[in-house]
């Protein structure tokens, strides 16, 4: 029946909101405490079995994920660092599938080449969901945390791209390198394209049609999965797809979402199905371990356990010094000319090569790997491949995850203002949109100015910055000659608001001032809007 899986879905909801209130008050990460919480419920006598479905992870989970992190992340700042964030998500990607590979090899009896780069390409990349829920939590300077999140959004697609071709590897025993190396750039390519290209639809679909709020925010919710299922249904990328699309359309959001209460009403049920999905993205991965132990088989607990740190650490040194090089190598030779004494480069790559959290989508992948092979043996050392990966994901996101506050702390870096301090920000924007405000009464409402009382004491109130809100809306009953001044004075302050919008947009373009502090006015003229609404 339907009833029992719904009845321990909202179960699970109910121990998240606990847990995270805990968290908040432990001050601690929720994302690593429900995944520690997870774990110990595991343990519990009587506590039914969870098995993830690396289907609903996939369908479910990822794309929403995906995109309201895509949705949240600067354009100007990704394209910015777009070279570290290459190198991460493909570069060290491809190197830690070389080294785990090695490493499982060389390690484990009877383990195959293709089957280290299998699980190489499971546990090399860092996942988005948990990255970005961390790193929320935990103050780095901004140029950081954009790579950092870059890296996650599209990390996945090269990690996915080499477990799909070690898999068919050892399936077929059949490998060829050129021809992987092709399919590859293929594959992210034309996910990319598909994603565009349903970004596009939405985009006009908002643009030109006369939707709703809430049409608007239920396409929102639908263009994730339409730009998954489209690729993956043509073995493209799904994750380039949801990526691209998803940054594209943010960029667009002001043209999109064009009503305030549009925008209101997007980002309040994003936030509350982006909390609902990670939470139970991570209780769901400590409450794994007794399904991944039962399958182990012929492996000792504690044979495997040494394999998963032996992998773990090896995984964590492989980042730390690939950081340190491609961050020293522009400076070697010679790109860069000088460091900051204040921030040496170490720094900062330290922080990158310690904040490697690997997630749930790893986790999906590796149970993903099919029972059997073709010949209808059992796939071989699956258990074991499974176990590993639960050791990575959980040293590396409670682990580092714990300890990266303190290694921040410890390295001491200051962060390099791109941008002016947020107040200042705040106050430079605030005071373009009200020379344009003010410019357009002189430009279009002189006449209203000089002749309608309330637009002349809009005039005065952009000039001295003095709110008249309160007092407008205390006059409810009017004659018919006040009404008619008050509609127009509301029409004039739609007007203006318009032309703020596309200060904003233009200030966006300008890159004067931060996405964030730009987002932010914006929220402020949607509630200015809602309210005269």
Known sequence: MIIEPLLLVLILLFAVFMLTMLAQKLKISYPIFLVIAGLGISFIPGIPKIEIEPEMVFLIFLPPLLYESAWYTSWNDFWKWRRPIAMLAFGLVFFTSIIVALVSTAMIPGFTLAMGFLLGGIISPPDAVAANSVLKHIKIPKRLTTVLEGESLINDASSLIVFRFALAAILSGYFSMEQAVGQFFLTAGMGVVIGLAIAHIAYVVHRFLPTTPSIDTALTLMSPYFMYIAAEHFHYSGVMAVVSGGLFLSYRSHEILSHSASRIQAISVWATLAFVLNGLVFILIGLELPVIVESLGNYSIREAINYGLIISITIIIIRLLYTLLITYIPFWLGKRKHTDPVNPLWKGAVIVGWA???????????????????????????????????????????????????????????????????????????????????????????????????????????????????QQLECLECDTTKKQEINRYHAVLMDIYSIQRKELYQLRKEKAFSDEQIRKQENQLDLDEARLS
């Not at 986790?363 to 699956?382: D, K, M, N, V, Y």
């Not at 990966?389 to 203002?417: N, R, S, Y």
């Not at 002189?446 to 809100?469: C, M, R, T």
């Open 356 to 470: 490697g959290m690997r997630g749930v989508v790893s986790l999906a992948s590796a149970l993903s790997i099919p029972l059997f092979i073709r010949s209808g043996e059992a796939f071989p050392h699956r258990s074991l491949i499974l176990f590993i990966t639960f050791i990575v994901i959980l040293i590396t996101l409670v682990f580092q995850g714990l300890t990266l506050p303190m290694v921040i702390k410890w390295v001491g870096i200051k962060d390099i203002k791109d941008f002016p301090p947020e107040g200042e920000q705040e106050a430079g924007i605030r005071l373009r949109l009200m020379q344009a405000a003010l410019k357009r009464l002189h430009d279009k409402f002189a006449k209203d100015a000089s002749e309608n009382e309330l637009v002349g004491f809009l005039k005065k109130q952009l000039e001295s910055d003095i709110s008249i809100a309160n």
